[in-house]
Protein backbone atom coordinates (compact mmCIF):
# COMPACT_ATOMS: atom_id res chain seq x y z
CA UNK A 1 0.00 0.00 0.00
CA UNK A 2 0.99 3.47 -0.59
CA UNK A 3 -0.51 6.53 1.66
CA UNK A 4 -0.01 9.64 -0.02
CA UNK A 5 -0.45 13.16 2.21
CA UNK A 6 -0.82 16.38 0.62
CA UNK A 7 -0.13 19.78 2.04
CA UNK A 8 -0.78 23.53 1.01
CA UNK A 9 -3.30 25.30 -0.51
CA UNK A 10 -5.62 27.64 0.87
CA UNK A 11 -6.96 31.30 -0.71
CA UNK A 12 -4.93 33.78 -2.60
CA UNK A 13 -5.48 36.19 -5.02
CA UNK A 14 -5.41 36.10 -8.70
CA UNK A 15 -1.74 36.22 -9.64
CA UNK A 16 -0.69 35.01 -6.47
CA UNK A 17 1.79 31.29 -6.26
CA UNK A 18 0.88 28.45 -4.18
CA UNK A 19 3.05 25.22 -3.64
CA UNK A 20 1.01 22.01 -3.28
CA UNK A 21 3.51 18.84 -1.68
CA UNK A 22 2.40 15.64 -2.05
CA UNK A 23 4.59 13.47 0.57
CA UNK A 24 4.09 9.34 -0.25
CA UNK A 25 4.93 6.25 2.63
CA UNK A 26 4.46 2.65 2.34
CA UNK A 27 5.43 1.00 -0.70
CA UNK A 28 6.77 3.86 -2.47
CA UNK A 29 9.10 1.71 -4.74
CA UNK A 30 5.93 0.74 -6.38
CA UNK A 31 5.18 4.38 -7.66
CA UNK A 32 5.97 5.05 -11.24
CA UNK A 33 3.77 8.04 -12.05
CA UNK A 34 2.62 10.65 -9.98
CA UNK A 35 0.08 13.15 -11.12
CA UNK A 36 -2.18 15.85 -9.83
CA UNK A 37 -5.61 16.21 -10.79
CA UNK A 38 -8.55 18.67 -9.63
CA UNK A 39 -12.20 19.19 -9.13
CA UNK A 40 -14.32 22.35 -9.07
CA UNK A 41 -17.57 22.36 -7.58
CA UNK A 42 -20.05 20.78 -9.67
CA UNK A 43 -17.66 19.39 -12.11
CA UNK A 44 -15.38 16.75 -13.15
CA UNK A 45 -12.40 15.72 -11.49
CA UNK A 46 -9.79 16.89 -14.21
CA UNK A 47 -6.14 16.03 -14.72
CA UNK A 48 -3.46 18.76 -13.76
CA UNK A 49 0.18 17.43 -14.24
CA UNK A 50 2.08 14.29 -14.37
CA UNK A 51 5.58 13.40 -13.83
CA UNK A 52 7.57 9.74 -13.93
CA UNK A 53 9.69 8.28 -11.39
CA UNK A 54 13.21 9.73 -13.11
CA UNK A 55 11.37 13.31 -13.36
CA UNK A 56 12.43 13.16 -17.35
CA UNK A 57 9.31 13.12 -18.59
CA UNK A 58 6.26 15.68 -17.25
CA UNK A 59 2.79 16.29 -18.89
CA UNK A 60 -0.11 18.95 -18.16
CA UNK A 61 -3.42 19.87 -19.30
CA UNK A 62 -2.88 23.01 -21.33
CA UNK A 63 -5.05 24.75 -19.06
CA UNK A 64 -2.09 25.18 -16.61
CA UNK A 65 0.57 24.61 -19.24
CA UNK A 66 3.19 27.70 -18.55
CA UNK A 67 2.19 28.51 -15.52
CA UNK A 68 2.05 25.13 -13.41
CA UNK A 69 5.46 22.80 -12.51
CA UNK A 70 5.20 19.68 -11.82
CA UNK A 71 8.74 18.13 -9.49
CA UNK A 72 9.91 15.62 -7.68
CA UNK A 73 12.21 15.11 -4.75
CA UNK A 74 12.34 10.90 -4.45
CA UNK A 75 14.63 11.82 -1.34
CA UNK A 76 12.01 12.95 -0.14
CA UNK A 77 9.26 10.80 -1.27
CA UNK A 78 7.66 14.09 -2.60
CA UNK A 79 5.87 15.47 -5.60
CA UNK A 80 4.79 19.03 -5.81
CA UNK A 81 3.17 21.32 -8.04
CA UNK A 82 4.27 24.79 -7.97
CA UNK A 83 1.12 26.81 -9.30
CA UNK A 84 2.20 30.63 -10.38
CA UNK A 85 0.14 33.35 -11.89
CA UNK A 86 -2.91 31.57 -10.62
CA UNK A 87 -6.67 32.36 -11.76
CA UNK A 88 -10.08 32.48 -10.73
CA UNK A 89 -10.85 29.04 -12.94
CA UNK A 90 -7.80 27.21 -11.07
CA UNK A 91 -10.35 27.29 -7.90
CA UNK A 92 -10.64 23.41 -7.24
CA UNK A 93 -10.04 20.49 -4.91
CA UNK A 94 -6.84 19.55 -5.93
CA UNK A 95 -5.52 15.55 -5.42
CA UNK A 96 -2.40 14.04 -6.07
CA UNK A 97 -2.58 10.36 -7.04
CA UNK A 98 0.00 7.81 -8.06
CA UNK A 99 0.03 4.73 -10.27
CA UNK A 100 2.32 1.79 -10.13
CA UNK A 101 2.77 1.44 -13.66
CA UNK A 102 4.06 3.72 -16.25
CA UNK A 103 2.03 5.55 -19.47
CA UNK A 104 -0.70 6.47 -16.41
CA UNK A 105 -0.71 10.21 -18.46
CA UNK A 106 -3.96 11.59 -17.81
CA UNK A 107 -6.67 8.79 -16.92
CA UNK A 108 -7.31 9.27 -13.24
CA UNK A 109 -8.36 5.78 -13.36
CA UNK A 110 -4.71 4.51 -13.80
CA UNK A 111 -4.09 5.96 -10.44
CA UNK A 112 -4.30 3.51 -7.47
CA UNK A 113 -3.54 5.63 -4.96
CA UNK A 114 -4.90 9.05 -4.13
CA UNK A 115 -3.82 12.05 -1.31
CA UNK A 116 -7.16 13.42 0.70
CA UNK A 117 -7.55 16.37 -1.19
CA UNK A 118 -6.57 20.48 -0.88
CA UNK A 119 -8.65 23.02 -1.17
CA UNK A 120 -7.33 26.23 -3.47
CA UNK A 121 -8.89 29.39 -4.03
CA UNK A 122 -8.38 31.78 -6.25
CA UNK A 123 -10.30 35.11 -6.00
CA UNK A 124 -10.32 37.85 -8.48
Known amino acids: QVQLVQSGGGLVQAGDSLRLSCAASGRTFSIWTTGWFRQAPGKEREFVAT????????LYADSVKGRFTISRDNAKNTVYLQMNSLKPEDTADYYC?????????????????WGQGTQVTVSS
Open 97 to 113: AAAAASGAGAQPGRYAY
Open 51 to 58: INWFGSIT
